[in-house]
């Protein structure tokens, strides 16, 4: 029992050193590093693929999955550069697989770095991975007690996007309760109402990234 907990705690300190290193790497090239986590078909992709527009030529994207490269192809069809990590089962992205990632994959150019988070919200929440920001993406078809059942992906987050509010009409989530609960948890937390399809709330969504880029 002991010796489980002394290895536990070894490890920990060990990704949390990595996480270290990588944000001292990241900082010394003046990249701006957004950790997207969310539930499996929550928008996450979509989000970046509305944003590549914008984001195009100074923006890099590495994409965790347990399987398959197919988040990174769409990335790529968008026009942004993208690297895929495959966990093989992991439920989450470690300090160790970007520190890979960056290994091998060049950020030449980029200011702001996206990475998508494997799709669930309990164990990304509980890792940091280099990053400046965790971003939470939740949906309004997901329900809207998902801000109070995942209180710790809400508090670890800078900003909640709540995405397909184009679907809102057909269900019966309250979008007021979501933001309610959420910043019940995270008073500080930035909410944005967003919709890949009628590009609500992207201008904004947009416009907070830039600003907590620049900001760095
Ligand atoms: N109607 C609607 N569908 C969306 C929106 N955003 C994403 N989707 C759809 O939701 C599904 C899952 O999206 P995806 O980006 O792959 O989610 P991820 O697993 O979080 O990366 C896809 O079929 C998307 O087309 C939106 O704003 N409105
Ligand atoms: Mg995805």
């Known amino acids: 029992m002991t010796t489980t907990i002394k290895l536990e705690e070894k490890v920990k300190t060990k990704g949390q050193e990595v996480a270290e290193e990588l944000k001292i790497y990241f900082r010394e090239r003046g990249i701006y590093v957004i950790?997207?986590?969310?539930?499996?078909?929550?928008?996450?992709t979509s989000l970046l693929e509305s944003l590549a527009p914008d984001l195009?030529?100074?923006t890099a994207v590495i994409e965790g999955d347990l399987q398959t490269d197919k988040d990174k192809l769409r990335i790529e069809r968008a026009g942004l550069?993208?690297?895929?990590?495959?966990t093989l089962g992991a439920c989450h992205?470690?300090?160790?697989?970007?520190?890979?990632?960056?290994?091998?994959?060049?950020l030449e150019g980029a200011k702001i770095l996206f990475i998508e988070n494997v799709g669930n919200l309990v164990c990304?929440?509980?890792?940091?991975?280099?990053?400046?920001?965790k971003v939470?993406?939740?949906?309004?078809?997901?329900?809207?007690?998902?801000?109070?059942?995942?209180?710790?992906?809400?508090?670890v987050s800078s900003a909640m996007v709540i995405?397909?509010?184009?679907?809102?009409?057909?269900?019966?989530?309250?979008?007021?309760?979501?933001?309610a609960d959420a910043h019940a948890i995270n008073p500080q937390m930035k909410i944005f109402k967003t919709?890949?399809?009628t590009g609500e709330g992207m201008k904004e969504f947009l416009a907070w990234i830039e600003e907590s880029a620049a900001a760095k």
């Open 163 to 179: 995405t397909k509010m184009d679907l809102l009409p057909y269900t019966d989530c309250h979008v007021d309760q979501m933001e």
């Open 124 to 133: 990304p929440a509980s890792f940091v991975i280099g990053e400046d920001v």
């Open 56 to 58: 195009r030529g100074r």
């Open 195 to 197: 919709s890949m399809k």
């Open 81 to 86: 550069p993208a690297y895929q990590l495959n």
């Open 136 to 155: 939470a993406v939740v949906s309004v078809t997901e329900g809207d007690d998902k801000p109070a059942k995942y209180p710790t992906a809400i508090r």
């Open 35 to 44: 950790n997207l986590i969310g539930s499996p078909g929550s928008g996450k």
């Open 93 to 106: 992205l470690d300090a160790k697989m970007i520190r890979q990632a960056v290994d091998e994959f060049s």
